[in-house]
């Protein structure tokens, strides 16, 4: 498994943000039944800079706590069983691993939430990357049964980890 991680704001946890990423990622494969070994980019940013990125890739110009650009167009969340027909697509030539997307991440919006909530900043950020990962794996929640189904599953990758509400 890879995790490419770039902190462009140098953000400061009180956490190892690659531990962190890589214990959530992978127990989201893991309850996922990914098959494959994976390739996932991260980016932590500030409001300025994921504000820029939701404009140009979503016109939406407003910051927000986490983009999700998933690789891979799955015909069901997390179902993996054409992905090789379109190798070339969706792995990695060099490593063979299955290039799951983009996960950018707001520091600003990190420490925000998690004070809004009255949870740790680990929990929010964890969070957050739970929820993306599961985009990445094909998941929406742009529809009430679509979210239920992305509630449940981050909680429970959340709990797996004991990364709980305070």
Not at 15 to 39: G, S
Not at 123 to 146: I, K, N, Q, T
Not at 153 to 160: F, G, M, P, R
């Amino acid at each position: 498994m890879t995790f490419y991680v770039e902190n462009e704001v140098d953000a400061q946890f009180p956490f190892d943000v690659e531990e962190v990423i890589q214990k959530v990622a992978m127990t989201a494969l893991e309850q996922e039944n990914c098959p494959y070994e994976v390739e996932v980019n991260v980016l932590i940013t500030d409001n300025d800079g994921i504000r820029e990125l939701n404009r140009e890739y979503r016109e939406i110009d407003r910051e927000t706590d986490v983009l999700s650009f998933p690789n891979v167009d799955y015909e069901a969340p997390g179902y993996y069983t054409r992905l090789e027909e379109d190798e070339a697509d969706y792995f990695n030539p060099d490593s063979g691993e299955l290039m799951l997307g983009d996960i950018i991440l707001s520091e600003d919006r990190i420490r925000e939430q998690a004070e809004e909530y009255g949870h740790s900043v680990l929990r929010e950020f964890a969070f957050l990357v739970a929820h993306s990962m599961l985009h990445l794996l094909g998941y929406d929640h742009m529809v009430p049964e679509e979210a239920k189904v992305m509630e449940e599953k981050q909680e429970k990758i959340l709990n797996t980890l004991k990364i709980t509400r305070d």
